[in-house]
C-alpha cells in the first residue's frame, strides 16, 4: 500500500514533469498562423478530392482506376516540388474491376434496382433474365437442397437484417472529456471500439491458415455455387432506404476462385421482392455484370514522395504521413478514403507552399490496399522496416520519428488517439493547443482500430490516428454507395490540412525524435 507521504511526492513529480514537458515543447506562432491562412486562402484541397473521387471513381487494390489515379497523385505531387515515385511492394494480389453491371426487376412490372456487385465477383454470362430462387445463400445445406436446378439461375437470399439506428452527431464535449480522462489504451468503451486483437496475432494466424490450404465453409458455397452454374446471388444492403452495402469476397490473391457475380441491392427493393413472393408472384430480374481481374504487377503500388530535410544530422530521419489511396466499390470512395488522401497532400502542399525547411525529412504515403487488410502498407513496412511476425528490423525502423495516419475523414478533427504511449501525450496537447478554436482540443490514450498505423505501432514506431466527428460516417459513407464527395465537408478539410501540416512541420523541427512507448 502507498504511504500518503509518498503518494503526494509522486503526484508533485508527476505534475511537475507534466508541466516541464509542457514547458519545453515549442510551438512556432507565426508558422503556425501562415499554415491557417495558406490552408484556408489557396485551399486545393476540394480540387485533390475532385479528382481522386469523381474523375477516377473507385479504386479498387490492383485496378486500373487505382492505378491511373497513382500517377494523377505523383504528378501532382512532383508539380509541387515534391520528389515523388510509385514504389511497388511484395504481394500476391491480384486487382479486380469492373466494367458495367445492371440490376433490374422485368416482373411482375419494372424496376431499376440500387444495387453495387461484391468485390471479387465474376462476370456474368453476358445479360440474365430468370426467376428467382429464394434461397440463403450462406448456408451450404440448404442450397444443397437444390442440386442440379440451379443451372442459369439467380439466386435471391431472404435475409434481410436492420441495422442498428446510428446517431448522426458530433462527438459531445461528454464523449470526449470521458475519452481523455480514459486511463486504458483498450478501453472496450473507447471512442474506436479499441479493443482489438494485436495485428502481430492476426497476421501470424493469416500466414498459418494459409500453409495449411484450408478449405473454409466459405470456399465450400462459393465453389458449390460455381460447380452448379448459378449466374448471380443477390443479398440485401444493411443500410436505409436507397443505400446499398458495398461487400468483398474474400478472393483477393493471384490463383483464388472467381466466385459467381454477387449484388448487393437496396434495402427497401429486397424487401418489395419479398412481399411480391408472399403474394405469390415470382418476381423475375434482368442483370448483368461485366468484370476483370488483373494480374498486371504494376498496378500495386503506393506512392511515396518527400521533403527532404536541411539538418546535416537530422535529415535521415523521417516524419511519416500516410492515408490509404484505394477504396472498395462504395460511392467514389470520395470519404474512405479520397478525403484522407486529399487532406495529407494538402497539408504537405501547404508546407511547400510556405516555405519551410524542416530539419527532418516528411515523407507522405499513399497506400495501396488497405481494404484488402494494409497490403500497402504492411508491404512497405516489410520492405523497409522490419518483419511484424518475426519482430526483426531494417534500417529505417530506428529513423522514423512518427507516423501520421489519416483514414475516414471528411468531417472535423477533433484530437488524435495516442494509442498507449503516455510520454507522448504533453507533447501532443500542446501541438492541438492552436487549433482549440477548431474543436480540436483532445488527446486521448486509447488506441485507434484497424487501419495503417498498426503495421507502424507493431513495430515501436509511434504511430497514430486522429478522431473525427462521426457525423454521418457510419450510416452514410463507410462502405455504401453514398461514399460521395457531396458528403464530404469542404470546411472541415481545409481545418483538418492546417492541424496535419502544423503537426507535421513541429515533429521535423524538434531537437529529439517522439518518445516511443
Ligand atoms: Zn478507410
Known amino acids: ?30 508558422i503556425v498562423e501562415q499554415i491557417k491562412i495558406e490552408a484556408q486562402n489557396n485551399s486545393q484541397v ?36 515534391l520528389n515523388a515515385k510509385l514504389d511497388t511492394y511484395e504481394n500476391n494480389l491480384r486487382g ?3 466494367e458495367s453491371y445492371a440490376v433490374q426487376m422485368t416482373s411482375p412490372s419494372f424496376m431499376t434496382i440500387n444495387a453495387l456487385p461484391y468485390i471479387w465477383s465474376n462476370s456474368t454470362n453476358g445479360v440474365i433474365e430468370s426467376e428467382i430462387v429464394l434461397i440463403d445463400s450462406d448456408d451450404l445445406n440448404e442450397l444443397k437442397k437444390y442440386e442440379g436446378k440451379l443451372k442459369g439461375k439467380i439466386i435471391l437470399s431472404p435475409k434481410n437484417e436492420s441495422s442498428e439506428d446510428i446517431e448522426i452527431k458530433p462527438f459531445s464535449d461528454h464523449q470526449l472529456t470521458k475519452a481523455s480522462n480514459s486511463i486504458l489504451a483498450n478501453d472496450p468503451e473507447g471512442l474506436d471500439n479499441s479493443g482489438i486483437e494485436p495485428l502481430v496475432d492476426r497476421l501470424k494466424e493469416r500466414a498459418q491458415s494459409k500453409d495449411h490450404g484450408e478449405e473454409s465453409d466459405e470456399d465450400l458455397i462459393h465453389n458449390f455455387l460455381i460447380e452448379q ?69 504494376k498496378y500495386h503500388v503506393n506512392i511515396l514522395a518527400d521533403i527532404e530535410g536541411q539538418d546535416p544530422d537530422l535529415k535521415n530521419e523521417i516524419v511519416m504521413v500516410g492515408a490509404h489511396f484505394d477504396s472498395n466499390v462504395g460511392g467514389t470512395g470520395a470519404a ?49 522496416v ?3 511476425v518475426e519482430g526483426t528490423v531494417k534500417s529505417e525502423q530506428s529513423k522514423i520519428s512518427v507516423y501520421f495516419n489519416m483514414d475516414q475523414n471528411g468531417h472535423d478533427l477533433r484530437g488524435i488517439f495516442t494509442q498507449g504511449n503516455t510520454k507522448i501525450r504533453p507533447i501532443f496537447d500542446a501541438y492541438l493547443k492552436p487549433f482549440h478554436e477548431y474543436g480540436a482540443k483532445t488527446t486521448t490514450i486509447q488506441n485507434a ?52 501540416a502544423s503537426f507535421i512541420y513541429h515533429a521535423a523541427m524538434r531537437d529529439e525524435m517522439l518518445p516511443r512507448k
Open 449 to 500: 482500430c484497424c487501419t495503417d498505423h498498426l503495421g507502424f505501432d507493431a513495430l515501436g514506431i509511434p504511430a497514430f490516428e486522429w478522431i473525427y466527428d462521426p457525423l454521418y460516417y457510419f450510416s452514410h459513407q463507410l462502405h455504401v454507395s453514398t461514399d460521395v464527395t457531396d458528403l464530404v465537408k469542404e470546411d472541415s478539410m481545409k481545418r483538418n490540412a492546417a492541424i496535419v
Open 386 to 388: 522490419g518483419d511484424i
Open 229 to 297: 452454374g448459378v449466374e448471380a446471388v443477390v443479398t440485401a444492403s444493411r443500410h436505409g432506404l436507397g443505400i446499398v452495402s458495398a461487400n468483398t469476397l474474400p478472393y483477393n490473391a493471384i490463383g483464388d476462385i472467381k466466385p459467381v457475380a454477387h449484388f448487393s441491392i437496396a434495402k427497401d427493393q429486397h424487401i418489395r421482392l419479398l412481399r411480391l413472393i408472399e403474394r405469390g408472384y415470382s418476381p423475375k430480374l434482368r442483370l448483368h455484370l461485366n468484370t476483370k481481374f488483373n494480374t498486371e504487377e
Open 336 to 384: 474512405d478514403n479520397g478525403a484522407g488522401s486529399a487532406t495529407i497532400m494538402e497539408a504537405l502542399r501547404i508546407l511547400k507552399a510556405i516555405g519551410i525547411k524542416p530539419k527532418r525529412t516528411i515523407r507522405i504515403a499513399l497506400w495501396d490496399g488497405e481494404e484488402e487488410g494494409l497490403k500497402g502498407s504492411l508491404g512497405y513496412i516489410k520492405k523497409y
Open 96 to 98: 479486380w474491376h469492373y
Open 1 to 30: 500500500m502507498c504511504n500518503i507521504r509518498i503518494k503526494v511526492v509522486l503526484i508533485i513529480v508527476g505534475f511537475l514533469y507534466n508541466s516541464c514537458a509542457r514547458a519545453q515543447e515549442e510551438i512556432d506562432q507565426k
Open 46 to 81: 476540394m480540387d485533390n478530392l475532385n479528382y481522386i473521387a469523381d474523375v477516377f471513381g473507385p479504386r479498387i487494390t490492383g485496378s486500373p482506376q487505382y492505378y491511373e489515379a497513382a500517377k494523377w497523385a505523383k504528378e501532382r505531387l512532383q508539380k509541387w516540388g
